[in-house]
């Protein structure tokens, strides 16, 4: 079995010399490898979507990211997540569709355009706006495409879209006219939720709660005696018996000029004395009081004041009870028609400050004030209370869909699957349909005319077909333009957004692919847009068809500059901008980085982390290099063997040692194991277990273990065999450990690949190669003790390891003896071990003796 030698001193010299030979040759040079494949794969259209329909599709509904600045890193980590799902159907053998989006409509754009040119909106015409939007983008666009081709992002570069194209304008313009004539679009005047800081309405959807420290002003009301005339009352004439003061608490006393009505509820037995009474406000302005059961009886003074409007509530109790609205607040967020001169232009928070000022100035009004702090309704783009304010908007009824969409919500899966329960509360929470208008000058417009009387005239499909209508322009069939006035509002950006799914079977269906790609395969999307752009796609499908967008939705969370608070273009608070990243600390390294995550998990940025991925990197091409070194040794046998054994799982001519099996073992299960991750969009905890396997079983078991194996075979009886039987493995587990990690880190991966194994496979890329099945290896029909017998070896193995980190000497001294001492039937199983635990612990010797105890020990 063994035969004796002096000293390991040839394996050890010839191992460094060779290898250190081989890494001064082929230093690995991360930056210039990533460029040369990118190179190669747009060059080359690895990722193009096929014309095949023969093939199975799977299809990704990309985010559109929104040209508004500059990337931030939070956009590779939200990216790599479904880019790394898209790689790895790719190589499961699907013809991924995976087109690449650009948002580039809406505010955000305008903001871009101003703060790039040095221009206000208000300065320029429409038209001309509009050009120099479409430029800025331009320019942008360039920006995100490079960046994206530098991170390695999978999208077919054949195919990319922008929410601003012709094409998307077109249907965007024909939906719209669709639904309204199915009159699931209205237009209405209605209290709308507006950003008066960018003079525009907002969608219940764009809105968050945040907290603002305010008063409660407890203020007293008067009740109305029939008797007491009106003059007299306001006057303050009439003696303060003669009536009754109810307090009212409230937040907002600068609407108390639009005050319309008191409410109690209709079971307080100490206010039905009053209901139907009437009751003078601060500002001596009589009100009736009445009666609803949406006051309630536990909070604050009871009594609420209804205003228009104030809040939700307001909104409801105005048209049920159909008061007649008297609007204070104008568009810009400034006082009006008030009653009270002092405050009238001024802007709300100061007029807030002034009326109380007055209050406190005149007698028996205040009754206290009490600090609080106050959740508010804010414009979630721009950080400012929203108010409500009736103008002429348009709407996609959704109030009425919340059934339908709680169903939909069903048919659906969900990663993570308490993501399901956040759509489904925010579904049963909307207070409003989804206003889809917007009063801005970038784009795309309402395809709406009025006649002289106001009706509303549509374009005809005609019209439509011959591309976007722009209503200031374009005139409808039969009309002249003193005849007419143009729609100004244009589309809230989700209109266009809703459609994607729709979008692009539209596109696939004008390149003459035929298929149906619907439902969509995934939708990957940060959890911040489920209430938005999944609520709305939802919706858009149902209305077409009745079925369900897509097949699963995975969701992201948040990369966070600080507690709670995510990184954002609008902040820029992220400390490291993504090109200098990549640059230096290298494309793969970052997307390893970003997969680091289970679903549904925000995670703070740390630079450090990104260190240990650029060791993994570094290990890979280094292990490379030598299993390289041992198979350039060994003569390949012909390339239709090896692809042979790797397809049908076959096992080789000669006789796999334990060591040999248990790492394929250990592959199998690592494959096994991973695809179920990956199945169900776990990358993170996916490579959890590749990092185990590679670090732990390859590198620190396996190779070591071989060593001496590979270079001294004379050493051994069949020493050559047993030299083939670990050849034959390295092959097999090098080529599967690439193909395992090629989604996360295609650029490493690849360079290994056609540095070596492309002679063998014949396969373009290691990007398109099969990702491992355990059915192309040899099947094991005992694999429970192949890895129970290796974990006896394994602890002989650690004790020598132990020992010699002890006695502070080098892993690859010689030792002169191991004895080991255990039973018999433990005995039979480490001397299957024999081969290699002479290379692992460099023994010149082993002396296996028997007994009921579990020893070992070394002289």
């Given amino acids: 079995m063994l035969k004796y030698i002096s000293s390991f001193a040839f394996v050890r010299l010839m191992f460094f010399i060779q290898f250190r030979n081989l890494i001064m040759w082929n230093k690995y040079n991360p930056r210039e490898v990533e460029l040369k494949w990118q190179k190669y794969r747009d060059e080359n259209q690895t990722y193009k ?31 790599s997540q479904a880019e790394v799902i898209a790689r790895y159907k790719r190589m499961s053998g699907y013809n991924v569709f995976y087109p690449m989006w650009y948002d580039n409509n809406g505010i955000p754009t305008e903001q871009l355009v101003e703060r790039e040119l040095g221009i206000n909106i208000k300065d320029v015409e429409r038209k001309d706006f509009i050009n120099k939007c479409l430029e800025v983008v331009d320019k942008y666009k360039v920006l995100y495409e490079n960046l994206w081709r530098s991170l390695g992002i999978s999208v077919d570069r054949t195919r990319f879209y922008t929410t601003i194209s012709p094409e998307v304008q077109k249907i965007s313009q024909s939906t719209f006219v669709k639904l309204y004539k199915e009159w699931q679009i209205v237009c209405k005047d209605f209290p709308a939720l507006r950003c008066t800081k960018m003079q525009t309405t907002v969608a219940q959807a764009e809105t968050e709660e945040q907290e603002f420290e305010e008063y409660f002003n407890y203020l007293n009301f008067t009740i109305v005696d029939d008797k007491i005339p009106a003059a007299k009352l306001e006057a303050g004439m009439t003696a303060k018996k003669d009536w009754d003061n109810l307090v009212i608490a409230t937040t907002r006393p600068e609407l108390l000029p639009a005050c319309l009505a008191v409410f109690v509820h209709p079971d307080d037995e100490r206010f039905q004395k009053y209901i139907w009474r009437k009751i003078t406000t601060p500002i001596w302005v009589t009100v009736p009081l009445l009666a609803d059961d949406k006051v309630k009886m536990d909070k604050w003074t009871w009594v609420v004041m209804c205003c228009s409007y104030g809040d939700e509530v307001d909104v409801f109790w105005i048209n049920k009870h159909n008061l007649w609205e008297k609007v204070v607040i104008d568009r810009y967020g400034r006082m009006k028609d008030s009653g009270v001169p002092e405050i009238d232009g001024m802007k709300i928070k100061d007029a807030r400050v002034k009326i109380m000022e007055i209050f406190e100035s005149k007698w028996d009004i205040v009754v206290k004030r009490d600090p609080i702090t106050q959740s508010k309704q804010i414009s979630e783009r721009w950080k400012v209370p929203v108010e409500i304010i009736p103008i002429k908007q348009w709407f996609v009824n959704l109030l009425d869909k919340k059934e339908i969409l709680l169903a939909q919500n069903e048919k659906m899966r969900w990663f993570p699957w308490f993501m399901k329960k956040r759509s489904n509360d925010w579904i049963e929470n909307l207070q409003r349909d989804w206003n889809i208008s917007r009063s801005r000058k970038f784009w795309i417009p309402i395809p709406v005319r009025y006649d002289q009387d106001d009706n509303v005239i549509l374009p005809s499909e005609e019209q439509l077909s011959r591309g976007m209508i722009d209503p200031s322009v374009d005139l409808p069939d039969g009309y002249t333009a003193d005849q007419i006035r143009p729609e100004t509002l244009i589309f809230d950006t989700w209109f266009t957004s809703w459609l994607t799914p729709y979008i692009n079977q539209k596109f696939l269906e004008r390149d003459g692919y035929k298929q149906n790609i619907l439902p969509i395969n995934l939708r990957p999307q940060s959890h911040d847009i489920i209430r938005t752009w999944l609520l709305y796609t939802t919706l858009h499908t149902y209305f077409r068809d009745g079925q369900k967008p897509f097949e699963d939705i995975m969701v992201s969370w948040f990369l966070l500059a600080a507690k709670w608070e995510k990184i954002s273009k609008s902040k820029w608070n992220a400390k490291f901008d993504p090109e200098s990243l990549i640059e230096t600390r290298w494309a793969d390294a970052v997307r390893y980085w970003a997969l680091g995550l289970q679903l549904g998990k925000d995670t703070f940025f740390d630079e450090n982390e990104l260190k240990n991925w650029q060791k993994l990197v570094t290990k890979l091409w280094n292990a490379f290099a030598f299993v390289k070194m041992q198979l350039e040794w060994y003569k390949i046998p012909a390339a239709t063997k090896i692809t042979l054994w790797l397809r049908k799982g076959q096992a080789p001519e000669w006789q796999l040692l334990p060591t040999d099996e248990w790492i394929l073992v250990r592959l199998q299960e690592t494959i096994t194991t991973m695809r179920n991750y990956l199945d169900k969009y776990e990358y993170g905890l996916a490579k959890i277990h590749f990092e185990d396997f590679f670090w732990k079983d390859f590198c620190d078991n396996y190779l070591e273990m071989v060593k001496v194996r590979l270079y001294k075979p004379e050493l051994f009886e069949n020493g050559e065999e047993k030299k083939k039987a670990a050849q034959y493995t390295l092959y097999q587990v090098y080529y599967a450990v690439i ?31 099969n990702y491992p099945e355990i059915k192309d290896y040899p099947e094991f029909d005992n694999k429970d003790a192949i890895k129970s017998d290796f974990d006896k070896f394994l602890e002989i193995v650690e004790y020598v390891r132990k020992y010699k980190t002890e006695k502070q000497i080098s892993m690859w001294a010689e030792l002169e003896k191991l004895i080991v001492k255990w039973p018999n039937d433990y005995l039979d199983i480490i001397k299957k071990h024999s081969d290699d635990l ?8 082993i002396e296996w003796v028997e007994d009921s105890d579990i020893n070992w020990w070394i002289d």
């Avoid at 329909?53 to 990211?65: A, G």
């Avoid at 360079?751 to 990007?767: G, L, T």
């Avoid at 002479?838 to 010797?845: D, I, M």
Wanted: glycine share 2%; aromatic share 18%; net charge negative.
């Fill in 739 to 769: 193909r395992l990690i090629a989604p996360y880190m295609p650029h490493v991966t690849e360079e290994i690949y056609q540095n070596y194994f492309k002679q063998f496979e014949w396969i373009e890329s290691v990007n398109i190669a």
């Fill in 838 to 845: 002479v290379g692992v612990s460099k023994t010149k010797n």
């Fill in 49 to 79: 979507f096929k014309n095949d329909e023969s093939l199975p599709i799977y299809s990704i509904d990309t985010p559109p990211p929104t040209v508004s600045w500059k990337i931030h890193i939070w956009h590779i980590f939200s990216y």
